[in-house]
């Protein structure tokens, strides 16, 4: 297992804040598990959401499942670094652990929609911004069916959001990359936390 830089010295070097968006199916959580687990340095927040589970889903890995009660008493605690109802839910990034794990120096990946990433953009200036977009909008709805987690309504849906989804994630993030290989696409988005 590899580490990204993190030398020492005798005051710790916060971490950087990473945000990780893309549309659904294009491959952002897989891309962001795998360089979780590749690289010592290198943490991946779990966002809370007032959503139901997934077939396959598992609570306190994929997400943290809440009711809407206790998603408003965290928000009205300011208790979510950002948040934004997405399909009906509620999805929010705790801000504890996220701040706890940069101010000990370790690099934090947020997978999160893009409303998301922008409102930590606001807040976290020097934030980085890199957007996973799928190679053409049929291998998008290819890999929504094949995954198997949403109905055919659920599928339209995200396919419809896409379009304005991936010209949002262009124009506003600072990074791109097309997840057309997953072995490059992980490697590149590496390279770019690298670069920071």
């Known amino acids: 297992m590899s580490a990204f830089p993190n030398p020492f010295r005798s005051e710790v070097t916060p971490g950087t804040l990473f945000v990780i968006s ?3 199916g294009s491959g952002k959580s897989t891309i962001a598990n795998e360089l979780v687990s590749r690289h010592d340095n290198l943490w991946r927040s779990i966002s809370m959401t007032t959503r139901n589970p997934r077939p396959g889903e ?3 890995f994929d997400y943290y499942f809440v009711s809407e009660a206790d998603f408003k008493a965290k928000f009205r605690n300011d208790e979510f670094l950002e948040y934004a109802s997405v399909y009906n839910s509620w999805y929010g990034t705790p801000r504890a652990p996220v701040e706890a794990k940069l101010a000990e120096g370790v690099h ?6 893009i409303q998301g990433g922008l409102t930590v953009r606001q807040n976290h200036q020097d934030a980085v911004l890199i957007f996973i977009q799928p190679p053409d909008k049929e291998t998008l ?3 929504m069916q094949q995954r198997n ?3 055919k309504l659920a599928i339209e849906t995200r396919l419809n ?3 304005e989804e991936m010209d949002i994630g262009t124009n506003q993030y600072d990074h791109v990359v097309v997840n057309d290989d997953l072995e490059k696409a992980i490697s590149q988005v590496a390279d770019i936390i690298l670069q920071h």
């Open 141 to 143: 709805r290819q890999r």
């Open 161 to 163: 959001a896409a379009d």
């Open 22 to 24: 893309g549309t659904g």
């Open 149 to 151: 987690k949403d109905s």
């Open 58 to 60: 598992v609570p306190s």
């Open 108 to 113: 934090v990946l947020l997978v999160i929609d």
